[in-house]
């Protein structure tokens, strides 16, 4: 069964399968980096361009938020890095011409690949649903800058409430414009600033806050190269963090052993061909020493026992650690110590010496790191997962000493600063005083909708305007078909955006494509050359500086479009020098400095230091965790783990290797052996066999809920694949429309797209 797609749009359902890969990046590496590149940019413009990504005078990487060292190589980039780079300084150009050729119908009718492919966006556009054109032959038309900003002020100044508009922030946005994007939203009178981390990492937000006090990792690379254990959970940076496996390789040739934890065996974590090196190239480096392949969400099973293990062996608590620096010690050594091996066992599809072999690495270790990504923040249960990683760490005083900590590898590449710049819905109060103190306004205090809120305020007529800086919310959030209804009840959606995605099809009933500089770009403005500045997922702040001329005269600045939005909108009663933000962006970072902590004489130790500086982090810097107690916290909450039904598979949604977050760069998943195509499911031989399942044979996934409600995704082509036993994975977001929007983990409210039970029944039937 394969489709038929419109002309000019891949078939993605008949890919070719060859076994999967062991082995990351090396000379398949590098040919697609240069033929991605080339393709896109040329051969001039792809040098001139990736000899300045992540590079102290040059601009950060769209793609991950993985951090750089002091000395950086020459060629500072991975092969996914280097694909965002391609797609957003790419020659390829979408004008009002495009646009006059397809109606938003035939856009909507599109691949999210197909629409990625067709380049930059070089002129505002508008769309005015419900006009003289018969339904779904609309079109966006040009519209000046002046008259977008005037019909975004038209329509928040109608609406009964501030409450009745949606800001939402994507992790590309700088520092500086997501500092006005919060101002501007507080001073119009809310809190309503959903963004990606309520979709990703809320969950290690939630966990570490209430356990550490602050919600962010707690090491630095130099900690990953010090370290004598390392343990990746819920993680595949071979994919989502390819220049991870440099600092892993690092760690390894200093001593340090790697436990990988994850439902898939990873090539990046089997071996590292290092493209920087002759030898990498050639030989490869073997990464992992231990791999346990666990059953989806069995990680906070396996942690408890572990850290029973732990309590169980003479001198393994670190007591004068836990005496001096922890609260809550003996309630959760009580739930420890009942730890059970058979539920264990049952819950993590792990054998009994795998377990002890991993407790004989962990009481080897004196300094120990945990990293994990959404393998673990994607769960019902993913925030007593994630503090039961913390107590297993506070366990042997590995939190606040080098080589040792928590360490959440974020995605997008200033998606945590954007949180510390204010984007969040439920901001801290002494945030919001230090905010009204420095622009004399008054911020609401009550909370704001987080991403699925938003959704579900859009379904319900609560909310009726959607503002979003970058990304693409309709492929990134769940339960698709309820989302895009929520969306098209919107009276306006705006999108500030450098290319076409999903979201600009699904609109509301009027709609505006912004569009705006992006990371390549040069920005010039009255204030002359201006750079802009981020935050990587350990916590250093520096400056990004494009280098390419922008790809259209039209194009504004994110902070440009903040400002001018603010003043069509707030007109002569608000006080905050808009004009001047715009003009230099130096003008955002004084203010910056009087805001956030961290941030004293922020202009000035940027121009000392362009490679950056390290925010404060208590716990780190002086083992003193700014928690409730004023101690870190040690946690006692039930053992969860998801329960399959007979006949019933437990489905992970996850990236393909030409894939960053919802942007499609191809069709492939070279280390997985899938070529030219996406609609997936990999299947455990043995469990395909049990249900019938030839490889090759064509399957609707329909996912099953408490609630009795079911879900359904067709026409997925059956990949035999080793993943855990019970579990299966495919590729999202094709399968967000399996989850429903109330699916979500406990406290952090993120969508729990990692464990969804499902039922694979033959491509359409109703079964």
């Given amino acids: ?70 000395k950086r190589h020459v060629a500072e980039f991975c092969e996914n890095g280097a694909k965002a780079v391609a797609e957003e300084a790419t020659l390829r150009r979408v004008t009002p011409e495009f646009f006059a050729e397809h109606s938003v119908a035939d856009l909507a009718n599109r691949s999210g690949y197909w629409l990625g492919q067709q380049g930059r966006i070089t002129q505002p556009m508008l769309l005015e649903r419900g006009g003289t054109e018969p339904e779904g032959s609309e079109r966006y038309e040009p519209v000046s800058w002046e008259r977008a900003f005037a019909i975004i002020a038209e329509e928040l100044t109608a609406l009964s409430s501030p409450d009745e508009a949606l800001f939402y922030t994507s992790g590309r946005t700088s520092n500086e414009a997501a500092f006005l994007l919060q101002l501007f939203a507080r001073e119009l009178g809310t809190n309503n600033l959903p963004d990606c981390s309520n979709m990703c990492h809320e969950s290690s937000g939630s966990a570490l806050n209430e356990t550490i006090g602050i919600g962010k990792g707690s090491v630095s690379l130099e900690d990953l190269h010090q370290a004598d254990l390392i343990v990746v959970a819920g993680q595949n940076p071979g994919t989502n963090h390819p220049r991870m496996l440099s600092a892993l390789e690092k760690a390894k040739a200093a001593g340090a052993k790697i436990i990988s934890v994850n439902p898939l065996p990873e090539a990046g974590l089997e071996k590292f061909k290092n493209p920087q090196t002759a030898t990498g190239m050639l030989r490869g480096a073997a990464l992992n020493d231990l791999f346990l392949q666990i059953r989806i969400g069995g990680d906070q099973a396996l942690f408890r026992l572990l850290n029973k293990l732990i309590l169980e062996t003479d001198g393994a608590v670190d007591t004068e650690f836990v005496g001096t620096h922890t609260h809550g010690y003996e309630g959760f050594a009580a739930a420890a110590r009942a730890a059970d091996w058979d539920e264990t066992l049952a819950a993590t599809g792990l054998d009994r010496a795998e377990i002890e072999r991993a407790l004989e690495m962990v009481l080897a270790s004196k300094r120990t790191i945990v990293c994990w990504a959404m393998g673990l923040t994607q769960h019902k249960h993913s925030v007593p997962t994630i503090r039961e990683v913390v107590n297993f760490l506070l366990l042997r ?33 002494a945030f919001l005083d230090a905010l009204d103190k420095e622009f004399g306004i008054v911020s609401p205090r009550h909370h704001g909708f987080d991403v699925v809120r938003s959704i579900q305020a859009l379904r319900d007529g609560e909310a009726k305007v959607f503002f979003a800086m970058g990304g693409n919310f309709v492929g990134a959030t769940p339960d698709t078909e309820v989302t895009e209804a929520a969306m098209r009840r919107a009276r306006l959606t705006v999108h500030v955006s450098t290319k076409l995605n999903r979201s600009h099809a699904v609109t509301g009933t009027r709609a505006l494509i912004l569009p705006t500089l992006g990371r390549t770009d040069k920005d010039v403005q009255a204030g002359g050359k201006q750079f802009v500045t981020v935050e990587d997922s350990m916590g250093l702040v520096h400056t990004s500086r494009g280098n390419l001329p922008p790809a259209s005269p039209h194009l504004l600045s994110e902070p440009a479009i903040v400002a001018r939005m603010a003043r069509a909108v707030l007109g002569a009663g608000s006080a905050t020098p808009w004009e001047e933000f715009e003009k230099d962006y130096a003008t955002i970072r004084d203010r910056i400095a009087r805001v956030v902590p961290g941030f004293e004489n922020f202009n000035a130790r940027l121009a000392a230091d362009p490679g950056g500086f390290a925010l404060p982090h208590a716990p780190r810097d002086e083992r003193r965790f700014p928690t409730a107690t004023g101690k870190a916290n040690f946690t006692a909450a039930p053992v969860e783990y998801p329960k399959v039904p007979e006949g019933r598979l437990l489905l992970q949604t996850l990236r393909s290797h030409d894939q960053y977050n919802t942007t499609i760069y191809g069709l492939d998943d070279r280390y997985r052996g899938i070529k030219g195509g996406r609609r997936v499911v990999l299947v455990h031989p043995e469990d395909a066999a049990a249900l019938g399942l030839a490889d090759g044979s064509y399957t609707d996934l329909v996912s099953e809920w408490t609630d009795g409600s079911e879900r359904r995704a067709p026409g997925f082509r059956v990949v035999h694949y ?36 499902v039922r694979l029944v033959p491509a359409g039937t109703a079964g």
């Avoid at 590098?30 to 990504?53: D, E």
């Avoid at 036993?725 to 979500?744: I, K, M, Q």
């Fill in 722 to 757: 080793p993943t855990a036993r019970g579990c299966a994975a495919a590729y999202y977001p094709e399968t967000n429309v399996l989850v429903p929007l109330e699916s979500t983990a406990d406290i952090s409210n993120t969508p729990a797209s990692k464990s969804v039970v």
């Fill in 1 to 70: 069964m394969v489709s038929k797609p419109p002309a000019g749009d891949p078939v993605q359902d008949a890919p070719q399968v060859a076994p999967p890969q062991h082995a990351a990046a090396g000379l398949p590496a590098v040919a697609h980096t240069l033929r991605i590149a080339q393709a896109q940019m040329g051969v001039a413009r792809s040098a001139r361009t990736l000899l300045k990504v992540n590079q102290k005078d040059g601009f950060d990487c769209p793609g991950c938020a993985w951090p750089e060292g002091d």
């Fill in 397 to 429: 005083g590995n939190i606040g000493r080098p080589g040792a900590g928590v360490c959440p590898v974020r995605g997008h590449s200033n998606v945590q600063g954007d949180r510390t710049m204010g984007i969040f819905e439920r901001p801290a109060p």
